[in-house]
């Protein structure tokens, strides 16, 4: 099993561009999650998918849009990237709501100019 | 609004040494409470805390939930220069969605 893959690692975008983060899990999860981690500020919650067709805001949703394609797959757009996009985002799954662990993929590394 | 609280945000010792990392929460209606380690990648789980279980233990790594004091502590015993990383606590309450603190980094000097 792969567990939660990611792409790409890394990207830079100017500002205004556009670019969607693609996120998949093979673990046969409910749950998925998009999260920004800026220096010092921990982990941030973006969207998050509780099942196949269902999507909620998280903390910090502007300037975002995602897509819940399927069980597997859950993927995260920026539509007019700005330098305050500029963060490592990281896709999460779990098993379902509740007393269950998320498991994290590797990150892309996002810079916007 | 849910909140997580660490401390300390860093914290610089030597091999050998024990340290305990400290996680207090706001949130309602509480389900569990998670540890992660997070080195220069995406963050790895240690432990999860609940109602029904508020003491986890794997080698040399331990935490306890006090649900009384909405809090929980990670202790590593006999540091290593390995244990140096960020680390992670969050917290679920009756949302979906788990609400993370800031980190403790840890610096583990030989």
């Known amino acids: 099993n792969a567990g939660v893959t990611q792409t790409p690692k890394f990207q830079v975008l100017k500002t205004g561009q556009s670019m969607t983060l693609q996120c998949a899990q093979d673990m046969n999860h409910n749950s998925m999650y998009w999260y920004r981690q800026d220096p010092g500020m921990g982990l941030r919650l973006i969207y998050y998918s509780a099942s196949e067709g269902t999507t909620d805001k998280g903390e910090v949703p502007n300037g975002y849009n995602v897509s819940r394609l399927n069980k597997r797959e859950f993927s995260l757009r920026l539509e007019s990237a700005a330098p305050s996009q500029t963060s490592v985002y990281f896709c999460a799954s779990r098993r379902t709501r509740g007393a269950y662990e998320q498991y994290f993929g590797p990150g892309t590394r996002l810079t916007v100019t | 609004e849910d909140k997580v609280v660490q401390s300390p945000l860093s914290l610089v010792v030597h091999e050998g040494d024990t340290v305990t990392l400290n996680c207090s929460y706001e949130v309602t209606n509480f389900r569990s409470l998670l540890w992660y380690k997070q080195e220069k990648k995406a963050p790895t789980f240690l432990f999860m805390l609940?109602?029904?279980?508020i003491e986890k233990k794997s080698g040399r790594l331990s935490s306890i939930l006090d649900k009384k004091e909405l809090s929980s502590i990670l202790n590593i015993t006999a540091t290593q220069t390995g244990d140096s990383a960020i680390y992670l606590c969050a917290v679920e309450g009756g949302s979906e969605k788990l609400v993370f603190g800031k980190g403790t980094k840890l610096t583990v000097n030989p």
């Open positions: 609940t109602s029904s279980g």
